[in-house]
């Protein structure tokens, strides 16, 4: 519909989309459909359009009608379309990087709202903490994460296996935010995340990213939290789940994405404790080498994942050392 039209045509559309918001307060479905219109005008162009409409105030008024709006549906409607902008333009999000826009979303997760509600503010958490230091705080110095890990420890002693939409809803906010501060919160669940990543098969390879980008996060340039995670049985069970993918790899597209997936975590789970790991056999035993080297022979691996598991393999050879004889059986530089 707008495609075609002039950008000074499409600007004098952001100003009518804007009235229409300010004098149809009583009316939340032309309200709604104007804030869906507004994302599907500056989407195009974001540049261009987001900064305009935020020069004529559009910003701050979505921004107030989500925290004044007395119908759910406009308040979801305006959540989504601030953190739509914000992801479209990254003057637009430095904008909405406040503290008191954390504080509301903090609401939003603690308080009984709907399902959507809180799946929109997740959203918008996830955009402003995205490569975004001072968010990150902001995040962290509000409550946000964690209120994100009580919401999940308090869903999962109640349900015995992981339902993805609702595990989820609760990290993609998480799972970008890298502070260590962040990390060390998210360590109190790794117990559960565990129990979880034995559910991860073929059969329920929804699991696999939200949990193993959970765990990738949290590990990240941590020996502490790659240390616990290990003692945990993280690793082994990570192990135990490779070498159960690997033999099907070859005529299997499923289980060669899901083994890089997990050859990815592990790799973050040992990244730096080469060191921790130089006097026990812990890699050496897990036998991670050999299934490595079958999974880097599968043909349709891409360039990336070939890179993934060249790092693993150069992570476990340099953390087992003297154990890579053992662990391989084979002269491993003579292989490659």
């Known amino acids: 519909l707008f495609l075609n039209k002039p950008k000074h045509t499409i600007k004098t559309d952001l100003h009518l989309l804007l009235e229409c918001l300010k004098y149809q307060m009583k009316c939340p479905d032309s309200q709604k459909q104007a804030l869906l219109t507004i994302i599907s005008i500056c989407q195009q162009d974001a540049g261009q359009y987001v900064e305009f409409f935020k020069e004529i105030g559009g910003v701050t008024f979505i921004y107030n009608l989500f925290s004044s709006s007395h119908y759910s549906e406009v308040k979801e409607t305006a959540l989504f379309a601030l953190g739509s902008l914000a992801e479209f333009n990254e003057i637009c999000k430095q904008t909405l990087c406040r503290e008191e826009i954390f504080h509301d979303l903090m609401d939003c997760l603690k308080h009984e709202v709907s399902h959507n509600r809180k799946r929109v503010a997740v959203y918008m958490l996830s955009v402003l903490v995205s490569n975004n230091r001072q968010g990150q705080s902001f995040a962290q110095a509000t409550g946000c994460i964690d209120i994100l890990l009580n919401l999940f420890r308090t869903w999962a002693y109640t349900h015995t296996r992981c339902r993805t939409p609702t595990f989820a809803l609760y990290f993609p906010a998480v799972c970008v935010c890298a502070l ?26 929804e699991l696999a990213q939200p949990i193993c980008s959970f765990i990738g996060m949290a590990v990240a340039n941590n020996m502490c939290a790659q240390e616990y995670f290990a003692s945990l ?17 070859k005529d299997d597209i499923v289980a060669c994405k899901l083994a890089t997936t997990i050859t990815r975590t592990l790799s973050a789970c040992i990244a730096d404790n080469g060191k921790a790991y130089t006097h026990t056999p812990v890699l050496s035993k897990l036998r991670l080498v050999p299934h490595l080297l079958l999974l880097l022979s599968v043909p349709n691996l891409s360039p990336q994942d070939q890179l993934v598991v060249v790092m693993t393999l150069g992570h476990c050879t340099s953390a087992c050392g ?15």
Request: one cysteine or more; hydrophobic letters at 40%; glycine letters at 6%.
């Open 322 to 336: 003297e154990y890579v004889d053992i662990c391989v059986g084979i002269d491993f530089c003579g292989y490659c």
């Open 180 to 205: 260590e501060e962040n990390q060390r919160a998210c360590m109190c669940v790794f117990p559960l995340v565990r129990v979880w990543l034995v559910q991860v098969s073929v059969s329920r390879q």
């Open 233 to 249: 049985g993280g690793l082994v069970t990570l192990s135990d789940s490779l070498a159960s993918l690997v033999p099907h790899c």
